[in-house]
């Protein structure tokens, strides 16, 4: 079993939309969690980091509730742009550890 | 640019020869990762270097390959009799200060083993 698990997809929303991609960790000593944004064959570049207490950058919302071990993410007024492979990454000690990634195609 | 290089960026190998990735990480940062990324799936953790130091490795680093950070900046990683099934993008990464924790990648090396 992966230490992160998400949603493959895709998830395909029209413009505009809200749309929101969850994960879940196995690694209860994880102490660090992000999400990261990769473009096709691209590498991937850090979105977000995530806390306890919540944070938000523009139309981005991210969540971490460590009783359920699970992450958020929050996609709001979706643009063609955020079109992309959204991972979800919590570390293991020195380690991070990716998900799979889940597909996010917006549409016009 | 000052970010993470790597070179080269694709490489194509016939099965059963042997190699090598080098990445230069950002100036200054003293952490250093491996990663292995195939079609679907997200990046797999492969080593870590604090300075020179290769501090972990993970089950999926077998004894074909082998990674060194001999003065503490660049790294290579060597993969010897490759196979097919090492086929995938390599990528590296660099994190420590300036930037805190936050890792940056490089744009990867794609290896293509026929």
């Known amino acids: 079993r992966k230490e992160v698990e998400q949603d493959p997809g895709p998830f395909n929303v029209p413009e505009g939309a809200t749309v929101a991609f969850n994960c879940t960790y196995s690694n209860s000593a994880s102490q660090s969690f992000f999400w990261y944004r990769q473009d096709c064959r691209k590498e991937p570049k850090l979105l977000m980091s995530?806390?306890?207490s919540g944070n938000e950058d523009g139309r981005f919302t991210a969540q971490l509730n460590r009783a359920s071990q699970y992450i958020s993410l929050l996609i709001r007024d979706s643009k063609l742009s955020d079109s992309a492979t959204y991972l979800c990454?919590?570390?293991?000690?020195?380690?991070?550890?990716f998900g799979k990634g889940t597909s996010l195609l917006v549409t016009p | 640019d000052t970010g993470v290089s790597q070179d080269p960026r694709h490489k194509i190998t016939k099965r059963g020869q042997n190699v090598t990735f080098r990445c230069d990480p950002i100036s200054e940062h003293n952490r250093l990762y491996w990663y292995r990324q195939t079609l679907g799936q997200g990046p797999e953790f492969l080593t870590y270097f604090q300075n020179e130091a290769q501090l972990e490795k993970s089950r999926l680093l077998s004894d074909r390959f082998s990674a060194e950070r001999p003065k503490g900046s660049f790294s290579t990683l060597e993969i010897q009799r490759t196979e097919q099934g090492d086929s995938a993008m390599y990528l590296c990464?660099?994190?420590?200060?300036?930037?805190?924790?936050?890792?940056?990648f490089g744009e990867g090396s794609w290896l293509t083993v026929v």
């Open positions: 990464a660099s994190s420590g200060t300036p930037g805190g924790n936050t890792i940056y």
């Open positions: 990454v919590g570390n293991s000690g020195y380690a991070l550890n």
């Open positions: 995530v806390y306890s």
